[in-house]
T-cell receptor
Framework: SAVISQKPSRDICQRGTSLTIQCQVDSQVTMMFWYRQQPGQSLTLIATANQGSEATYESGFVIDKFPISRPNLTFSTLTVSNMSPEDSSIYLC??????????FGQGTRLTVV | GDSVTQMEGPVTLSEEAFLTINCTYTATGYPSLFWYVQYPGEGLQLLLKATKADDKGSNKGFEATYRKETTSFHLEKGSVQVSDSAVYFCALTNSNYQLIWGAGTKLIIKP
């Protein structure tokens, strides 16, 4: 299993600003995943972050808007840049095993005003 | 592409009622199947899983059986409690090791 600490747990931000979300895992993992969960919706994968390489973004998500860092095997950050109210969501980091369950951070509830 | 379809919510039940939340999937090969739960104000956590056909996952009184013939993984509980109120997500990992999510079903249990 893996324990994931994610922070901040929530924030209210002004439009046009940026927020960096941190994700710390208690064990070394190859891949970390960042999801967005918009109100009343399912999870949407933003990107996959591998240590030592550029993150791989899903369709509809770009690095300029959601830059990701992965400096080591236990840590990653996601930045939501130049925020607008449409970015109000819950952002989740996750680690997964092949064929096994996924482990999630507690999520960051972002409100953009 | 691979997909997961689950019944729309919200599902509203009285305490001690029988619960079924339907989940069907489309995937090549032999995916692993999961139910995740998200309690109000909390993150996602695994509820149960099944990794091959006819496996039954169970936890906290919830059960789901991997039915390959009907490509289903329906979640059931014999007697729900108010504390079961949450959003439930059906998911699978496919042959490319991607995690595919259903839309989620909100469950409301009334005392």
């Amino acid at each position: 299993s893996a324990v994931i600490s994610q922070k901040p747990s929530r924030d209210i931000c002004q439009r046009g600003t940026s927020l960096t979300i941190q994700c710390q895992v208690d064990s070394q993992v190859t891949m970390m995943f960042w999801y967005r969960q918009q109100p009343g919706q399912s999870l949407t994968l933003i990107a996959t972050a591998n240590q030592g390489s550029e993150a791989t973004y899903e369709s509809g998500f770009v690095i300029d808007k959601f830059p990701i860092s992965r400096p080591n095997l236990t840590f990653s950050t996601l930045t939501v840049s130049n925020m607008s109210p449409e970015d109000s969501s819950i952002y989740l980091c996750s680690v997964e095993g092949v064929g096994t369950e996924a482990f999630f951070g507690q999520g960051t509830r972002l409100t953009v005003v | 592409g691979d997909s997961v379809t689950q019944m729309e919510g919200p599902v509203t039940l009285s305490e001690e009622a029988f619960l079924t939340i339907n989940c069907t999937y489309t995937a090549t090969g032999y995916p692993s199947l999961f139910w995740y739960v998200q309690y109000p104000g909390e993150g996602l956590q695994l509820l149960l899983k099944a990794t091959k056909a006819d496996d039954k996952g169970s936890n906290k009184g919830f059960e789901a059986t991997y039915r390959k013939e009907t490509t289903s993984f329906h979640l059931e509980k014999g007697s729900v409690q108010v504390s079961d109120s949450a959003v439930y997500f059906c998911a699978l990992t496919n042959s490319n090791y991607q995690l595919i999510w259903g839309a989620g079903t909100k469950l409301i249990i009334k005392p």
